[in-house]
């Protein structure tokens, strides 16, 4: 015996959830590389290299780019996952406050977010 379908809508949640999942693989590659890059940086800089001569040889994209693409992209999937979330539990007939407490934030956050 097969479990039931999942309720209508309930689809977009599992596809952002697996759309943050592939985002945090992405991220934990890319900075997996940054932190290698990190760590040569911290390296050539206790060897006595100056900071410009670090900076304008290094590679691109830089380590600070590197960082704020991940965070970026973590937030894009995160609010996206958040939103099919929410949208799941008021499907489920879990109030907007309730929502908002289990999300640890306000009636209003949730309702913006549903409007979304």
């Known amino acids: 015996m ?4 999942p ?3 309930d689809d977009d949640a599992v596809a952002a959830l697996e759309g943050l999942i592939a985002q945090i693989d992405v991220s934990i590659e ?3 590389r940054a ?17 410009l001569d670090l900076v ?5 994209p830089l380590v600070v780019e590197s960082v ?12 996206a996952w958040r939103r099919e979330e929410a949208a799941a ?9 309730r929502i908002a407490a289990l999300f640890g934030v306000t009636r209003q956050r949730i309702s913006a977010l549903l409007r979304d």
Request: charged letters at 20%; glycine letters at 6%.
């Open 68 to 79: 704020s693409s991940v965070l970026s992209s973590l937030a894009s999937a995160g609010h």
């Open 35 to 51: 932190r290698a890059r990190a760590v040569e940086l911290a390296a050539a800089r206790t060897a006595g290299r100056p900071w």
């Open 89 to 97: 539990l008021q499907r489920e007939d879990v109030s907007i406050n």
């Open 30 to 32: 890319e900075l997996t």
């Open 56 to 60: 304008t040889a290094e590679a691109r």
């Open 2 to 5: 097969s479990a039931p379908p």
């Open 7 to 9: 309720p209508p809508g």
